[in-house]
């Protein structure tokens, strides 16, 4: 790849938690991986296939650093505080049908959260992370968390955070993001590396 390439972006996110298994929200209490998520984590490693990379940046967080360490990338990832999970405050542990108990119309791509971060805040380090990525040349890994990389992606497009409301992301997925001539493009999105015999 020619050295000044244009960047592609590889969204990864994290294996499964005890709380993404039950829709908590997961901001920034450090919870670490599954079994299950370990397993996963593994499986990213393997589609990633050794793939080399001009930078990889991982979320301070314990779930976005092991799936890093278990893909097999941790001795050569940065890590950078920009690429943590949306603060939740007030709603950190709470599913959506807890939180819509007390506020029927709530979305965090909307309203963010109370005690914690309004979607501008987290475009805001998204925009950061670009940035940070824009100046290296050929694949960047980004391992992080589900609703950060989904405002990451749509800053990338162009779109307020709130834009991420509609890029669905699951746990150890991959995704990537780069260029279409000059315009900024979604190349791939969402794909779920599954674990034998699950579909």
Known sequence: ??????PVLWLLRHGETSWTA???????????????GELQAAALGRRLACRPFSLVLTSPLARARETCRLAGYGGMAGVDPDMQEWDYGDLEGKTTAEIRAQRPTWTVWTSGAPGGEMPADVGQRADRVIARAL???????LFAHGHFLRVLA????GLA???????????????MIGFEREQRVIRHWNEICHLAGEQ
């Open 154 to 157: 749509a800053r990338w497009l």
């Open 135 to 141: 100046s290296a040349s050929g694949h960047v890994a």
């Open 161 to 175: 955070p709130s834009g991420g409301g509609s890029l669905a992301l699951d746990t150890a997925s991959v995704s």
């Open 22 to 36: 039950t829709g908590r929200h997961t901001g920034r209490t450090d919870i670490p991986l599954t079994p299950r």
């Open 1 to 6: 790849m020619s050295p000044d390439a244009p």
